[in-house]
C-alpha cells in the first residue's frame, strides 16, 4: 500500500487549501484513513479521520467547522478540504491508512500505512 499527499502550499489566512491522498490497493473502500499534522519539535497530532465507508467522521476540536474530510473510493482518494485557515494550521500534514480495523481514529496506532507529508504554510 502507497500513499502519495498532494495539495499543500502557502495561503493566506482565512483562505483554503484542498490536500488529497492517493492510495495504491485494491482494498481502499475497506481502509479507514486518516489525516495527522505536525510542526518541527512537537509530536504528530490527530486532524481528521474517516471510515471505511465514508458515514463516519471525526475531528480534532480545534479544526471542527473549518476543516472536512472526504473520500472518493472509485479514485482511490482521501481529501482534506480546509477553509478558513489560521497561523496554528500551519504545519506538515500526513495522511494514513487503517488497513486493518478500517474504522478511522484518532488514535496513530491503527494506521499502518503512511504518506509523505505535504506542507501546509499560513500566512498571517
Known amino acids: 500500500v502507497q500513499l502519495q499527499a498532494s495539495g499543500g502550499g502557502l495561503v493566506q489566512a482565512g483562505g483554503s487549501l484542498r490536500l488529497s491522498c492517493a492510495v495504491s490497493g485494491r482494498t481502499f473502500s475497506g481502509y479507514g484513513m486518516g489525516w495527522f499534522r505536525q510542526v518541527p519539535g512537537k509530536e504528530r497530532e490527530f486532524v481528521a479521520a474517516?471510515?471505511?465507508?465514508?458515514?463516519?467522521?471525526y475531528y480534532a476540536e480545534s479544526v471542527k467547522g473549518r476543516f472536512t474530510i472526504s473520500r472518493d473510493n472509485a479514485k482511490n482518494t482521501v481529501y482534506l478540504q480546509m477553509n478558513s485557515l489560521k497561523p496554528e494550521d500551519m504545519a506538515e500534514y500526513f495522511c494514513a491508512a487503517d488497513t486493518g480495523y478500517g474504522l478511522g481514529c484518532s488514535l496513530i496506532r491503527p494506521y499502518d500505512y503512511w504518506g509523505q507529508g505535504t506542507q501546509v504554510t499560513v500566512s498571517s
Open positions: 474517516i471510515t471505511w465507508s465514508g458515514t463516519s467522521t
